[in-house]
């Protein structure tokens, strides 16, 4: 480039190499981006939903924690499958979450009771007896890691109750600090006793705590069963019952997701088929939904079920993509297999589980969706048949879960796991996890990609190795890695980065997105990274060479631009990589109309290895600057370890 007619900034940092060209080609062909590039993929890990996004603050709410999968058993403290998978140490105790308070000469006790059960899917509930009340005697439940209380916001306490005769009740329901010795809120509950009944109130705590508690006090000798113990803020997302943590769910709205995967990843296969997502048993009234033990080692209510998911997507403004079981659990951890007889039974779970997602309210299962609250059908698009599944068991279902949801719903998408399933879908799924030398070296792997093949969905992506838990050298990896992805847009059409969030106090997967504890969020830079990327995306790819072309490692600088239709910006993305200033001359060719303004977006920090912790949550944020652009070519400085997007406008 041989005049520089803008110079839009010049960063002071020692520049190590000479300039990077880089010529955005306007004129040339230009490739569509997808509309659906950038969405997410939610599973129930790390606490996602039960103890994360999933509003219920009491922990082990329905006494179901202790089930264990069809057929296994434990070894010691680990977990062993009938088919002999081994997993990471369960709750061992079925009362978890839950003790017993006595002070002041009372006695009592606690037990996990099997008679008369709430109803069927819900088995256990739990026995309180109290022989001497003394000053204070009762239940604790401390939550997920401690509840957060908020002043004056109001929290609303439901649970089932049943004694043996009818009999005087007084319950007192506190919302306490960790020790007991504050006291925030309290109402009280009275009656009759008698058969289960479920009781309900409100409480509003006069001061703020994150790691608060409930308490249950009984004030004379007395036994009685308690189930379904659940507590909500009443401000969840959109003021839903049953709902949704709202900081959550508004760092996802962030991100402006095109789609949402669900219900996995791992857990729709299980650990074995009992243990797979059962999407009929996470709908309908939460005291009759049935828990799953989860293979990553938690339970889980399915209080966030298949209802919910959908409503979230529905939402977030996001199609829903919904992942079933393909007739066998996790290939990853010994997989059982569905006798072929048994197979049409699976089908119909999928079939069932479109039905009640877009059939119309006078289907068996669109009626369910309207007794459910929500007549109109959701915004399901696809459906993937199976999650990293593979091998014979795979191609022989696959055909017959395409064919019948394919003749029964022309209209969805359907997505397979792998390329050579047949009949072809119009997406392939593929998952890429990784450390960051990897990411750089996959830059172009889609520019090599069969044209002739199946369109691209990459379902799962992380660079997830070597990098703490979540540093910004994974986070420029993956900007690296999806603006290959970006200039692919003829074959790829959608992306989600895995897994999703993380509870900081139980974390069964190394890196992931977003972390929480009880009321604090943490945005890891890949998700600074993920959103810059889903808020600036073009809608179409403009031709871009650099000089020198990117080698696939970490000392290139790489970069895309695109054409965004609607302002008429051109914006262009830019990955430094390395530890040093690279300076960039960029020329603008076949634009009609000459960009003014340069709106500039930078992701940067002096060290690689930083990460945004929940304590430390804002150490590599985006920052933001303006600059006048006067020509069609200018020279621009990339700072040590970053990601720039410039969004060039005419105006
Ligand atoms: O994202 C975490 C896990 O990685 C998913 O459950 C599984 O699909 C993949 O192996």
Redesign the pocket.
């Known amino acids: 480039m041989k005049s520089l007619l803008a110079v839009i900034l010049l960063a002071p940092t020692a520049l190590a190499q000479g300039p990077v060209e880089i010529r955005i080609d306007a004129a040339a062909p230009r490739i569509s981006v997808s509309p659906n590039l950038y969405g997410i993929f939610f599973?129930e890990?790390n606490h996602s939903g039960e103890g994360g996004i999933y509003a219920e603050m009491v922990l082990n709410r329905d006494f179901e924690i202790g089930n264990l999968p069809q057929g296994a058993r434990w070894a010691g403290n680990l977990l062993r499958t009938k088919d002999d998978w081994q997993e990471r140490k369960w709750f061992g105790n079925a009362l978890h979450g839950w003790k017993l308070t006595a002070e002041g000469g009372a006695h009592g006790s606690l037990k996990l009771e099997t008679e008369n059960p709430l109803n069927a899917n819900n088995p256990h509930s739990m026995r309180v007896t109290v022989k001497h009340a003394g000053t204070r005697a009762g239940v604790v439940n401390s939550g997920f890691f401690g509840m957060n209380l908020v002043a004056g916001e109001t929290y609303e306490l439901s649970f089932y109750l049943r004694t043996e005769n009818r009999e005087h009740l007084n319950i007192k329901a506190q919302l306490e600090s960790a020790s007991g010795h504050e006291v925030y809120a309290s109402a009280t509950v009275t009656d009759a006793g008698g058969e289960w009944r479920r009781y309900q109130c409100t409480l509003r705590p006069t001061l703020s705590d994150p790691n608060g508690r409930l308490t249950l006090l009984i004030d004379r000798p007395q036994t009685l069963w308690l189930d379904v113990v659940s507590l909500f803020p009443h401000a969840t997302y959109r003021n839903r019952p049953n709902g949704l943590r709202q900081d959550l769910v508004e760092a996802l709205a962030q991100m402006r997701p095109a789609f949402l995967r669900f219900p996995?990843?791992?857990?729709v296969g299980g650990l074995n088929l009992d243990n797979r997502f059962q999407w009929r048993n996470s709908i309908g009234d939460i005291a009759a939904r049935k828990g799953t033990m989860n293979l990553w080692g938690y339970y889980s209510t399915n209080g966030l079920g298949f209802h919910e998911y959908l409503q979230l997507a529905e939402d977030l403004g996001a199609n829903a993509l919904y992942v079933c079981n393909p007739g066998f659990s996790d290939n990853?951890r010994h997989a059982e297999f569905a006798k072929p007889e048994d197979v049409p039974a699976f089908v119909q779970e999928a079939l069932d589980a479109i039905e009640y997602a877009v059939g119309p309210v006078s289907s068996k299962w669109g009626a369910e969706r309207a007794k459910n609250g929500h007549a109109a059908p959701f915004r399901l698009r696809y459906v993937e048949i199976g999650?990293?599944a593979t091998g014979k068991a795979y191609l022989e279902n696959y055909k017959v879960f395409f064919e019948a949801i394919h003749a029964r719903y022309p209209d969805l998408i359907l997505v397979s796991n792998l390329r050579q399933a047949e009949p072809r879908a119009p997406l392939i799924d593929d998952?890429m996890?990784g450390s960051p030398e990897k990411f750089f070296a996959e830059h172009a792997r889609y520019d090599r990609a069969d044209r002739s093949g199946p369109q691209v969905y990459i379902g799962?992506y992380a660079s997830n190795s070597g990098v703490g838990e979540g540093n910004l050298m994974a986070a420029l990896s993956e900007a690296v890695y999806m603006i290959g992805l970006e200039r692919n847009s003829d074959v790829v059409k959608m992306a989600s980065y895995?897994?999703l969030f993380f509870n900081v106090n139980d974390i069964a997967?190394p890196v992931n997105l977003i972390g929480f504890d009880s009321s604090r969020v943490v945005l890891r830079s890949s998700y600074h990274v993920q959103k810059l990327f889903a808020v600036n995306r073009p809608d179409e790819v403009l031709r871009t060479t650099l000089n020198p072309a990117p080698r696939g490692d970490a000392g290139s600088v790489y970069a895309l631009a695109g054409f965004h239709k609607g302002t008429g910006d051109v914006v262009l993305k830019a990955v430094n990589a390395s530890g040093l200033a690279r300076a960039v001359n960029v020329e603008l060719a076949g634009l009609r109309v000459l960009p003014q303004q340069a709106r500039v977006i930078t992701l940067a920090h002096a060290d690689a290895a930083a990460e945004n912790t929940i304590d430390e949550p804002v150490l590599i944020v985006p920052a933001e600057s303006r600059a006048q652009i006067t020509g069609p070519q200018f020279s621009y400085t990339l700072p040590p370890y970053s990601v720039t997007v410039m969004r060039l406008s005419p105006r």
Do not use: D, F, R, T
């Open positions: 599973e890990i996995g990843g791992a857990v990853y999650n990293e998952h996890y799962e895995a897994p997967w």
